[in-house]
């Protein structure tokens, strides 16, 4: 059995955890709500190209884009977006299990898959199982700035028009809530937006200068943004997530305490009545 002074020690242990977790989640509550207007201040906008897209794409049959083209999918890359720092629950494990059951089940579908990882936790994950990476983007979110974004974009769409990839795709977590946060898959590559009717619209364009230059400049465009949202939902996500297993984790230390604080009493009340029944047994040996 553990002495008094052991007991202590570990009272004092978990208080000091205590004040580390609940500082942690006070920080990752403040950095939560600036994330969450950055995400939804980016998700009308990002939603918007994505509709303009489609409604020019619709109108546009016979034009021709190197991001749109769809060829035989052979050579695949897969972007996993993870946090650069720990203590957030299931943040990264279930991207990083995503990932993997990816990488299986398509093992046979795809003559090559690369990957490409940001932030250090999926880095490390792939370096810890020997699987090889394309490249690590280090230091995206330390600051996460929108021209990262596009430097991202730019080098994925490079690779996709120079015919080195045939598609890419996104992994990362999705900010649905402060308690949901949900791992998702899209494709960056090629781009497939949503066709709209334009029979059921009802409304004819007019392009200025032409269809074939506004697709040119909305297609990158849409490529940056999708990106760039991608990256706030998963900041805003890690922030959600590492909010509420700190909250989980002072629970827990507020139980530890109450179970060592009920050890000690008892530790403490066996002791007093071994000193009690020592000097008694020590009075009668007098008489």
């Given at each position: ?5 052991d007991?202590?020690r ?9 004040q ?9 509550a ?51 977006m ?40 999926g ?7 020997k ?9 995206v ?9 596009q ?14 990839l ?39 364009y ?9 697709l ?7 490529l940056?943004?999708?990106v760039?949202?991608?990256?706030l ?11 509420v ?12 305490i ?25 009075a009668?040996?007098?008489?």
């Amino acid at each position: 059995m553990p002495s008094l002074r052991d007991i202590r020690r570990r009272i004092a242990s978990i208080k000091n955890m205590q004040q580390i977790t609940r500082a942690m989640r006070m920080v990752s509550a403040a950095k939560l709500r600036r994330a969450q207007d950055a995400i939804l201040s980016a998700r009308p906008y990002a939603e918007k190209i994505e509709e303009v897209l489609g409604q020019v794409v619709a109108r546009t049959e016979e034009l021709d884009h190197p991001l749109l083209r769809v060829r035989p999918v052979r050579r695949v890359e897969l972007v996993v977006m993870t946090s650069d720092r720990g203590l957030a629950g299931a943040f990264n494990s279930n991207i990083t299990r995503l990932a993997e059951r990816f990488l299986w089940e398509n093992a046979r579908t795809y003559e090559k898959i690369q990957i490409s990882t940001i932030g250090r936790k999926g880095r490390d994950f792939f370096r810890a199982r020997k699987i090889e990476t394309r490249k690590d983007y280090p230091g995206v979110f330390e600051p996460l700035t929108f021209e990262k974004a596009q430097a991202i974009a730019r080098e994925l769409r490079t690779a996709y028009e120079e015919d080195q990839l045939d598609a890419v795709f996104l992994l990362y977590n999705q900010f649905v809530s402060a308690i949901v946060q949900r791992p998702t898959l899209v494709q960056l590559l090629p781009i497939q937006p949503e066709r709209a009717d334009g029979g059921a619209v009802g409304a004819d364009y007019v392009f200025e200068p032409s269809a074939r230059e506004v697709l040119a400049e909305l297609l990158p465009r849409h490529l940056e943004m999708q990106v760039w949202r991608a990256l706030l939902e998963s900041v805003a996500s890690e922030h959600a997530a590492r909010m509420v297993a700190m909250e989980n984790a002072t629970k827990n230390t507020e139980e530890l305490i109450a179970k060592y604080t009920l050890q000690y009493n008892r530790a403490r009340q066996a002791y007093i009545t071994k000193e009690l029944v020592e000097i008694v047994t020590g009075a009668e040996a007098l008489k």
